[in-house]
């Protein structure tokens, strides 16, 4: 019982962190660049989707993807851009930037937390192996797995996806072989910011929406990145699944201890292997 | 040609003047308050000021007929924000009084230096025990209440009037949550319960779920939040299909008019304790309620209600010094004094540790009107922060905490 729910648990709150960092690691991967505003994005989505949940709740999560895609799109063409392979002023721009979108937030949704409804198809719980659980979370987990299987396939399987596999690897080279990684940049950089989104959106229902989101998700995402490898999906997913497992059961088994657990593996894998589980040695 | 009533103004002015002189030259009462503008304390920042500025608006900026000149400083939600701010409201700006903060962490950064440069504090909201009970500052006196003090008699009315036995308390990690959590137990264990497991939350935690499931089975939760996490908690704890299975019992905040209005029917039927309610009965809160609703468009709660009677308790302790705010000794001694009988929350009085002694209603939510609204349905009266116990051992035992009074 303890432990189903408990493992459930870790899969949906692993759902989350998933959508959320896999945008993070791609973006880092291709572009070398923390975007520390990343956890402001997917608040954003959070509030835009409780705008829009007058049109339905399929509707509410793709309006906050799609804004924040062109939101991030924008970003990257007006800031980041600017800011190339200046190390310290991206984590100050892109840091800035979520201490804007996290004032603009306040200024329109006001500081009260919003409560964003789950569809009602996925209201009530449901019993699995003698445990009940929310329906929504169960959701999440299977939305989660289809978003990981349509990135995979992206990578793995498109020119899109090859061309940002070669750009990861050997930017300069990419550049030299006629793949256009300026416009691969925008691409990517939006594709990260819509899942943000989405995550945001799909978060709603589960953590609602309020000023701090971004501050309480961001350190998390990082977390991900640096367990699972940055720039690696495989390495998302598992540090995703990771963070969820010793997030949940750190709470369950040793709750003086949350915090300590939950950074206690990063310091070990930076220790013992900086590029994290799923990183290739970087250069 | 001076007409007729040119003369009689003239004369009329030349008669005022010396009056006049005499208010320009003492100038405005100064007041300066802490809030928050930013950040995730920024709603009650915001109810807090709100309560505050139709307090003043009421009474078309003046106290004691005089002058109000009302300034605002936001902290930020930080603590070291909070002192520099503070110190530039008395060095820069030469306040009477300040008044705030939101957060008890904010106060307890301000208090030493308040009190090392004798500026009477009125704060309307921070709950934290000791400021009113081991770490006294002749400057300090709040409006709000302790952290425990509603919590005390909520302990008694569950054991007893609800015959809950067996309960297990969830609570946000930090001192208000452990202060109202040991207040809670202290008086629930003495009229009979048990606490069978005490859960501790971080503040800024993300899922409940993990929490959710150790509950058990008790015949009650005992939930200790402030701001957005009652909101979640509630919440999830509707999601995991506990609601009908075990109620709730919610401290003060945890139900608060500020948040209130944005939850739905996973906050129907919570009983609560808190010195408040936007649902009293009374001229004083109808009409409370029904101005601050047409500036903010939902009922007051603990963070406006607090900032109202902070201009209740300045105006009673003016009135009886002539305005005379400057002179800070007998400002400060009428204000240790201050005992309001219309406030919106009901009668109340400062004790000699300049906390108030009030009614401790015990609130369920309800929806009524198409809102959700606390109903009371148990009214304490003159409740003190030290409950039944003898104020003189209840000081010589440690603050409440996590552990205390008891490990569990």
Excluded at chain 1, 238 to 259: H, K, N, R
Excluded at chain 2, 49 to 66: M, Q, V
Excluded at chain 2, 99 to 115: K, M, R, S, T
Excluded at chain 2, 177 to 183: I, V
């Amino acid at each position: 019982m303890f432990w189903i729910n408990g493992l459930l648990n870790s899969l949906a709150f692993g759902a989350i962190l998933f959508l959320l960092a896999v945008g993070f690691s791609l973006i880092f991967g291709l572009m070398r660049v923390a975007n520390l505003a990343h956890g402001a994005i997917f608040m954003l989505g959070g509030y835009i989707a409780t705008s829009m949940i007058g049109f339905g709740f399929l509707a509410a999560v793709l309006a906050a993807a799609l804004a924040c895609a062109a939101f991030g799109g924008l970003v990257e063409r007006s800031l980041i851009r600017r800011l190339a392979g200046r190390e310290l002023a991206q984590v100050l721009g892109t840091l800035g930037l979520a201490f804007i979108i996290a004032d603009q937030c306040l200024l329109v949704w006001s500081g009260d937390p919003i409560a964003q409804p789950a569809p009602a198809l996925l209201r009530g719980t449901v019993e699995v192996a003698g445990v009940v659980f929310p329906a929504y979370r169960l959701a999440l987990i299977a939305i989660a797995a289809i978003a990981l299987a349509a990135i995979w396939l992206l990578v793995e399987r498109t020119t899109l996806g090859a061309r940002i596999r070669a750009a990861v690897d050997d930017r300069e080279m990419a550049r030299a072989m006629g793949i256009p990684v300026s416009r691969l940049f925008t691409t990517v950089f939006c594709l990260g910011a819509g899942l943000a989104g989405m995550g945001g959106a799909l978060a709603a229902p589960v953590m609602s929406v309020y000023p701090g989101l971004d501050a309480e998700m961001l350190p998390l995402a990082l977390l991900v990145v640096i367990l699972g490898g940055i720039g690696s999906l495989s390495g998302a997913f598992v540090g995703s699944l990771l963070i969820g497992l010793i997030y949940t059961f750190g709470q369950m088994l040793l709750p003086d201890l949350a915090y300590v657990i939950l950074f206690l593996p990063m310091v070990v894998v930076l220790a013992a292997r900086p590029q994290g589980l799923f990183g290739r040695h970087m250069a | 040609m001076i007409s007729r009533r040119q003369l009689v103004a003239g004369a009329g002015a030349v008669l005022a003047l010396p009056s006049a002189r005499a208010i320009a030259q003492a100038g405005p009462i100064r007041i300066g308050m802490l809030t928050v503008k930013s950040g995730a304390l920024a709603a009650g920042g915001r109810q807090m000021e709100d309560g505050f500025r139709l307090f003043l608006s009421e009474r078309a900026n003046r106290i004691a007929g005089r002058e109000v000149a009302f300034m605002v400083a936001d902290t930020g939600g930080q603590p070291a924000l909070a002192k520099t701010r503070a110190q530039e409201l008395v060095q820069r700006a030469g306040v009477h009084v300040v008044v705030g903060p939101v957060a008890a962490f904010e106060a307890l950064a301000i208090n030493d230096y308040l009190q090392e440069a004798g500026v009477p504090f009125l704060c309307a909201s921070a709950a934290a025990e000791d400021l009113t009970q081991r770490r006294i500052n002749p400057w300090f006196v709040r409006t709000s209440s302790t952290s425990a003090q509603p919590c005390h008699p909520l302990g008694e009315y569950v054991a007893r009037d609800l015959g809950y036995k067996r309960v297990v308390t969830i609570a946000d990690d930090f001192a208000f949550g452990q202060e109202q959590t040991a207040g809670f137990q202290r008086a629930f264990v003495a009229s009979g319960g048990t606490v069978v497991r005490k859960l501790w939350s971080p503040l800024n935690v993300a899922d409940y779920g993990s929490y959710i499931a150790q509950i058990g089975e008790p015949d009650a939760v005992f939930a200790a939040f402030a701001g957005a996490n009652g909101l979640r908690f509630l919440r999830q704890y509707a999601e995991y299909g506990l609601k009908q299975k075990i109620p709730i019992i919610g401290a003060m905040t945890t139900v608060d008019e500020g948040v209130l209005h944005s939850m739905g029917d996973e906050a129907l039927g919570i009983v609560s304790a808190g010195w408040y309610s936007a649902a009293l009965p009374g001229d004083a809160n109808r009409r409370f309620v029904t101005e601050l609703r047409k500036e903010t468009g939902v009922d007051p709660g603990f963070y406006s209600a607090g900032a109202y009677s902070a201009g209740l308790a300045l105006e009673n302790a003016l009135q009886n010094i002539d305005g005379k705010v400057e002179d800070k000794q007998a400002f400060m001694a009428a204000l240790r004094k201050v005992e309001i009988a219309d406030d919106p929350r009901g009668p109340w009085r400062l004790d000699s540790y300049g906390n108030p002694i009030q009614n401790i209603y015990i609130r369920k939510t309800e929806r009524k009107g198409g809102r959700l609204v606390n109903t009371v349905v148990k009214t304490y009266e003159n409740v003190s922060q030290f409950w039944t116990y003898n104020a003189e051992a209840f000081l010589s035992a440690p603050v409440y905490s996590r552990n205390d009074p008891t490990k569990l």
